[in-house]
């Protein structure tokens, strides 16, 4: 079963629009923590984010805005106004304490904003 | 300093060729990882150290042979590849494989192309 599941594949906006993107996990472990990448076309993982499984506080960062919900297992990604700099790949991912695993990648959100 | 050093950037082989990848960090970081990325799919996992001691290997084949010499480097050595090995390979680096300091650094990758 596929344990981070981003379902948009791609996503279009012009700039200055709003825009979120969705993460769903699945795991069985209680101790586990979610993050997110983005992946600019220069191909390195830009570490943004990571929330551990006991806080579930909402998280801002600039024009940057995460909402977890574990009742949901949901972990989405909001950038407010967006930019061209803006356009990547971005990726969330799982990591499970109990399980042992290293990070699982989503399939990634294609963010392309234009002029 | 919060970067993950790989050479070369590009690699082209030839499937008979034997090269190797290189990846440093200077961050203190007790766990390394190599993970394999194809062209529009997440990165997938090949081989976690923890303390440099190889702690995951997700089946990879023989053909690829990790190794790392001390805490701060991690070597990709290949050999015999074949054309479908062919990908950006990405080195990234953790505090910890597990537990609370599990967020990795990645570099920016090296693109190898196998013909």
């Known amino acids: 079963a596929q344990k981070v599941t981003q379902a948009q594949t791609e996503i279009s906006v012009v700039e200055k629009e709003d825009v979120t993107l969705d993460c769903v996990y699945e795991?069985?472990?209680?101790?586990?923590?979610l993050f997110w990448y983005k992946q600019p076309p220069s191909g390195e993982l830009v570490f943004l984010i990571r929330?551990?499984?006991?806080?579930?506080q909402n998280e801002i960062s600039g024009r940057y805005s995460w909402n977890f919900q574990k009742s949901t297992s949901s972990f989405n990604f909001t950038i407010t106004a967006s930019q061209v700099v803006d356009s990547a790949v971005y990726f969330c991912?799982?990591?499970?304490?109990?399980?042992?695993?290293?990070?699982?990648f989503g399939k990634g959100t294609t963010l392309s904003v234009s002029s | 300093d919060t970067e993950v050093t790989q050479t070369p950037k590009h690699l082209v082989m030839g499937m008979t060729n034997k090269k190797s990848l290189k990846c440093e960090q200077h961050?203190?970081?007790?766990?390394m990882y190599w993970y394999k990325q194809k062209a529009k799919k997440p990165p997938e996992l090949m081989f976690v150290?923890?303390?440099?001691?190889?702690?995951i290997n997700e089946s990879v084949p023989s053909r690829f042979s990790p190794e790392c010499p001390n805490s701060s480097l991690l070597n990709l050595h290949l050999h015999a590849l074949q054309p479908e090995d062919s990908a950006l390979y990405l080195c990234?680096?953790?505090?910890?494989?597990?537990?609370?300091?599990?967020?990795?650094?990645f570099g920016q990758g090296t693109r190898l192309t196998v013909v």
């Open positions: 990234a680096s953790s505090q910890a494989h597990l537990g609370g300091r599990t967020e990795a650094f």
């Open positions: 929330r551990n499984s006991f806080d579930e």
């Open positions: 961050m203190g970081h007790r766990a």
């Open positions: 795991t069985r472990d209680t101790t586990y923590y």
């Open positions: 991912a799982l990591s499970e304490e109990e399980a042992g695993t290293a990070l699982i």
């Open positions: 150290y923890s303390y440099e001691k190889l702690s």
